[in-house]
């Protein structure tokens, strides 16, 4: 399974955007998926999980109370809603499935595709 991000571009300060996550024809309904974000020169960093039928979710603590990840497993999508938005948010996004129920950590997720581009402007 490969996932592919949309949704990103650029947005003021104190904006919203959203973000989905979705594949070409696999179903996403049995499985959890994460959010993630880059900049250059640093490590992909988490962002927010959600199991496989959206019972639990779970949050960076940078972004808790600002973003909020849900799905819709008859569309077959994950989304990611990003309130209040900081010029620190800037990154590429990227969704993939986790290989671990819960975890945080990349190295336990697979089926990164294209990630999209966040741009807050201050």
């Known amino acids: 399974v490969q996932l592919q991000a949309s949704g990103g571009g650029l947005v003021q300060a104190g904006g919203s955007l959203r973000l989905s996550c979705g594949t070409s024809?696999?179903?996403?309904?049995?499985?959890?998926v994460g959010w993630f974000r880059q900049v250059p020169g640093k490590e992909r960093e988490f962002v927010a999980a959600?199991?496989?039928?959206?019972?639990?979710?779970y949050y960076a603590g940078s972004v808790k109370g600002r973003f909020t990840i849900s799905r819709d497993n008859a569309k077959n999508t994950v989304y990611l809603q990003m309130n209040s938005l900081k010029p620190e948010d800037t990154a590429v996004y990227y969704c993939?499935?986790?290989?671990?129920?819960?975890?945080?950590?990349?190295?336990?997720?697979?089926?990164w595709g294209q990630g999209t581009q966040v741009t807050v402007s201050s």
């Open positions: 993939a499935v986790d290989g671990l129920p819960g975890t945080s950590h990349y190295g336990e997720y697979y089926g």
């Open positions: 024809g696999d179903s996403l309904s049995d499985f959890g």
């Open positions: 959600i199991n496989w039928n959206g019972s639990g979710t």
